[in-house]
């Protein structure tokens, strides 16, 4: 039996694979770099503010179950993560965006699941999405699982399991206390963008700082 990850375990998780996939040059993460692209405001839900305390005890709990590595550059001292998700689970490349997505964003359906794992995976259609999470729902112990399809809504979503087994009505619940969504428009879209930016740069920032020290 598979263990399972708790919130902050997943959002590290998922936060490392994203930045694998779409920022590879800066790739493995600094724990000041790992911090900043977990508190994101954009393509996060929730959003956290995650310390680094927080986030260092998630690493170590990975680390011991294989999960996550430590990696050090030949020409730096400051230790970096890897994350270790695709060989752990056994996973091809469009499972492991799916499940990134999934544990960055929670429940999302095809459509969201094409269009958020755009610069992750290349899906030529939602039956490829649907292909790869049909593999991911029908393994012996299966990572993701389709809810059932929310009054007013007309497409089901999908979920991850790697928190454990989960339940319609907790997912009604959350939804229902958290903060109302704002219809996507090509204003939010463009905000989306700015705020990825202004991550990118805080991780910059943060992993110069680090090399900085080294000649203090």
């Known amino acids: ?18 930045k694998q996939l779409t920022t590879p040059e800066y790739y493995p993460l600094t724990l000041n770099a790992l911090v900043s692209a977990c508190n994101q405001k954009n393509n ?13 005890a998630a690493v170590e709990h990975l680390r011991d179950r294989n999960l996550v590595y430590v990696f050090y550059g030949s020409t730096s001292r400051v230790p970096k993560y890897k994350h270790m998700l695709p060989s752990y689970y056994t996973l091809e490349p469009d499972e492991t965006a799916l499940l990134a997505v999934l544990m960055l964003r929670g429940p999302q359906t095809l459509g969201e699941l094409r269009e958020r794992t755009g610069r992750m995976h290349t899906f030529d259609g939602l039956g490829e999405v649907q292909e790869a999470l049909d593999r991911l729902t029908r393994r012996d112990e299966p990572l993701v699982m389709k809810l059932d ?3 007013g809504r007309k497409e089901a ?19 229902g206390s958290g903060t109302p969504r704002v219809s996507t428009n ?6 989306g963008e700015i705020e990825s930016l202004k ?9 110069f700082a680090e090399f900085r020290k080294q000649f203090e």
């Not at 039996?1 to 994203?18: D, F, K, P, Q, Y």
């Not at 996060?44 to 260092?56: F, G, H, Q, Y």
């Not at 979503?157 to 939804?175: M, W």
């Not at 090509?186 to 905000?191: A, I, K, V």
Request: net charge negative; aromatic share 4%; charged share 25%.
């Open 44 to 56: 996060r839900e929730p959003v956290m503010t995650l310390d680094a305390d927080a986030v260092s």
């Open 186 to 191: 090509g204003f939010s879209e463009l905000s």
């Open 199 to 207: 991550a990118e740069l805080a991780a910059l920032q943060a992993e």
């Open 157 to 175: 979503r999908f979920a991850h399991l790697l928190s454990g087994e989960i339940t319609q009505d907790s997912i009604v619940f959350s939804e």
């Open 149 to 151: 399809r929310l009054p």
């Open 1 to 18: 039996m598979l263990e399972t990850l708790n919130e902050i375990e997943a959002r590290v998780v998922g936060a490392l694979v994203e």
